[in-house]
């Protein structure tokens, strides 16, 4: 990474392209003019686009902004909300060719909405994961939802397995759901359940909140996979991976360096 100053003591950040230190970006449905803004100033840290939910449904130039970030070498792909919808309309394989006619190389297997037996939503993963990098969510959209944490481990290990390159930590946009609560506070020991069983590289922890975001800077370090950020936030998010915000200001100097 290249920056406009030589200080010393930033963590090494990972470079594009990363299997960890991962960035993944909510395009709640800006306009083309905003993405190629938004290119211009965050290309080399961002590598996914999610169009969340049903956004490229309704949304104008989707093609067009489709190919600006994938020209700009960021992955994108369509909310698993949308997949979701296919399916309980018995509509999977039109799914199929609707991202294919898009053009993206990528896609989002999810159950947060609607119930779909594992064993079938890894029968998904697996048939998609034939010609899209698949990226499967785990976890409910649905407040007060809990699901054991030993469930929630064989779950992802399960679409690791079927063909999923990552599995996305449900926290919903909002960030008050899956692997947090509804104050928007950690679930600390089902994500400490999680970690000691799935590498970390492998899971994406959804983290729309500043406070989400610096609870898993804090815990796993600059190089976590987070996502659900917002567009506005890429370059606030990147300082604090590197230490140059309050929040985690002191978290990777060295010890002779911290202010007690």
């Known amino acids: ?3 406009n100053v030589d200080l010393p003591f930033l963590p090494e950040r990972t470079k594009k ?3 960890e230190g991962l960035t993944m970006v909510m395009d709640k ?3 083309l003019r905003q993405a190629e803004d938004f290119v211009s100033m965050n290309a080399d840290l961002v590598d996914y686009v999610k169009l969340g939910f049903g956004t490229s449904v309704v949304s104008k130039d989707l093609q067009a902004k489709i190919k600006l970030y994938q020209k700009a070498n960021i992955k994108v792909y369509l ?3 949308l997949f ?3 399916v309980i309309r018995n509509k999977f394989e039109d799914y199929i060719k609707f991202i294919s006619s898009l053009g993206v190389d990528s896609a989002e ?3 947060g909405s609607i119930n779909i037996e594992h064993d079938k939503k890894c029968e998904y993963i697996n048939k998609l994961s034939k010609n899209f990098n698949v990226l499967s969510e785990v976890g409910s959209k649905e407040e007060g939802v809990i699901i054991h944490p030993a469930r929630w481990i064989k779950m992802m290990q399960a679409e690791l397995d079927a063909g999923s390159v990552k599995v996305i930590a449900e926290a919903r946009e909002s960030g008050n759901v899956g692997i947090f609560h ?4 950690a679930h600390t020991l089902l994500i400490n359940r999680i970690v000691a069983k799935i590498k970390g590289e492998n899971i994406i922890w959804e983290t729309p909140q500043k406070a989400q975001q610096v609870y ?5 370090g600059s190089n976590v996979n987070v996502g659900n950020i917002a567009v506005d936030d890429v370059i606030p998010l990147e300082t604090l991976r590197l230490g140059l915000r309050g929040d985690t200001f002191f978290t990777f100097l060295p010890e002779n360096l911290k202010q007690v």
């Open 216 to 220: 898993f800077l804090k815990l796993f």
């Open 17 to 19: 392209p990363r299997k």
């Open 29 to 31: 449905g800006i306009p």
């Open 182 to 185: 509804k104050n928007g506070a």
């Open 79 to 81: 909310g698993g909300t």
């Open 109 to 111: 297997v999810s159950d």
């Open 84 to 86: 979701e919808a296919f």
């Open 1 to 3: 990474m290249t920056y």
